[in-house]
T-cell receptor, first 119, second 117 residues
Framework: AQKVTQAQTEISVVEKEDVTLDCVYE???????LFWYKQPPSGELVFLIR??????QNEISGRYSWNFQKSTSSFNFTITASQVVDSAVYFCALSEVGYGSGNTGKLIFGQGTTLQVKP | KAGVTQTPRYLIKTRGQQVTLSCSPI?????VSWYQQTPGQGLQFLFEYFSETQRNKGNFPGRFSGRQFSNSRSEMNVSTLELGDSALYLC????????????????FGPGTRLTVT
């Protein structure tokens, strides 16, 4: 069965600190996608990144970076020089890749990590 | 491009009633998925519609149903509401390409917060 685990329930840091959010996943599929979403207090889930299982290159986007390690089934997210605006709940999610009308469109979410960045 | 819109944003219903929530996807997106978010269970997949057909379904009772119209707009319905149905209901849209790989970047709406009393 597919499963996503975010072991950190809450993290609190002071502004400008670096912070890493952990994500470990389980799947029997060899082809899948991984995602990170941000949920600010307004409630809307904001898409941050998608990674497919064949691409283990790390990615950096501004202050955000992602480390995908298939060997440990992990897809960790690092925020460098955190800011108060980064305060939100962050979700890691997993989905299978579908062919045609196969098992697609279903995201399995972790329980989320609440990040609080204090000024 | 306008994002995903959901109406209404807030809803209060009484146990036993039914409710219909609406979702308008991003223009050009043909897939709409629905999720329920509660403090206890987190984010759970309800179902996905593509080209007016339900393509995937989560583990929810039959009281939860949905449909999609020819313009890709979607509605979900919950009948015989229970207190445990109080949640944030999120709709997500994606291109949902049929055939080949479907990468599924799903873009979410602001949600409908349903309170059942």
């Amino acid at each position: 069965a597919q499963k996503v685990t975010q072991a950190q329930t809450e993290i609190s840091v002071v502004e400008k600190e670096d912070v890493t959010l952990d994500c470990v996943y389980e799947t029997r599929d060899t082809t899948y996608y991984l995602f990170w979403y941000k949920q600010p207090p307004s409630g809307e889930l904001v898409f941050l990144i998608r990674r497919n299982s064949f691409d283990e290159q790390n990615e950096i986007s501004g202050r955000y970076s992602w480390n995908f390690q298939k060997s440990t089934s992990s897809f960790n997210f690092t925020i460098t020089a955190s800011q108060v605006v980064d305060s939100a709940v962050y979700f890691c999610a997993l989905s299978e890749v579908g062919y045609g009308s196969g098992n697609t469109g279903k995201l399995i979410f972790g329980q989320g990590t609440t990040l609080q960045v204090k000024p | 491009k306008a994002g995903v819109t959901q109406t209404p944003r807030y809803l209060i219903k009484t146990r036993g009633q039914q409710v219909t929530l609406s979702c308008s996807p991003i223009s050009g997106h043909r897939s709409v998925s629905w999720y329920q978010q509660t403090p206890g269970q987190g984010l759970q997949f309800l179902f996905e519609y593509f080209s007016e057909t339900q393509r995937n379904k989560g583990n929810f009772p039959g009281r939860f149903s949905g449909r999609q119209f020819s313009n890709s707009r979607s509605e979900m319905n919950v009948s015989t509401l229970e207190l445990g149905d109080s949640a944030l209901y999120l709709c997500a849209s994606s291109l949902g390409l049929a055939g080949g790989f479907s990468s599924y970047e799903q873009y979410f709406g602001p949600g409908t917060r349903l309170t059942v009393t």
